[in-house]
């Protein structure tokens, strides 16, 4: 079985719901909707199922509803990672060396931070605040848990991530260095700001 078979089953046996798939023609309108391309296996997994509710569905840990959900609630999903990095910027003195000098002032300092991080790879909403990276060079990637800064890998695969998330074990992995992310792979290393 492969990682989506794995995770569609893992799933489901841990209470999931699920409507139909999307269709390759929704897949495609909701990438050039909202400009992402999902890697690999979250195409395939979205293709087959679509989760809408299921055990640990709280305000804070939700699937994306890739069908029906607003713009302004997948726009605000889509966000969280960059968002949550220009939180710390603002109140946190995050600031990466490769940006270089600070801003002065706060209004300047997150400008500066955005435009920064429109270079890195975005970040696709799997579920709550686990993300699988937009165009991964990788055709099955790791799965992200992203808090602000605080980014750590919660699973090798979706396969993986089904398996933590749904009853297994929570405990951070090490990715291969052929299976990074720029920028959010360095903070899952534990790099700070003069690091980056």
Do not use: C
């Amino acid at each position: 079985m492969g990682s989506v078979d794995i995770a569609v089953e893992t799933l489901a046996l841990a209470g999931v719901k699920y409507a139909p798939g999307l269709s390759a023609d929704e897949l495609r309108a909701v990438e050039q909707r909202f400009g992402i391309t999902f890697a690999r296996s979250q195409r395939e997994f979205l293709s087959r199922v679509l989760p809408v509710e299921g055990p640990q569905v709280t305000e804070r840990a939700a699937w994306p509803d890739w069908r029906h959900g607003t713009t302004e609630e997948l726009m605000g999903r889509l966000t969280w990672p960059t968002d949550g990095v220009v939180f710390d910027v603002l109140h946190d003195a995050f600031w990466p060396a490769s940006w270089g000098s600070r801003p002065v002032g706060k209004g300047d300092a997150e400008a500066v931070a955005r435009s920064r991080l429109g270079d890195v790879p975005a970040l696709v909403p799997l579920f709550g605040h686990r993300y699988f990276p937009a165009r991964p060079t990788n055709e099955d990637p790791p799965v992200f848990s992203v808090w602000q800064t605080d980014v750590i890998y919660y699973g090798d695969d979706i396969a993986d991530w089904s398996a933590r998330e749904f009853g297994g074990d929570p405990h951070p992995r090490t990715i291969s260095p052929d299976r990074r992310t720029p920028f959010w792979s360095d903070l899952v290393d534990g790099a700070e700001s003069e690091d980056l």
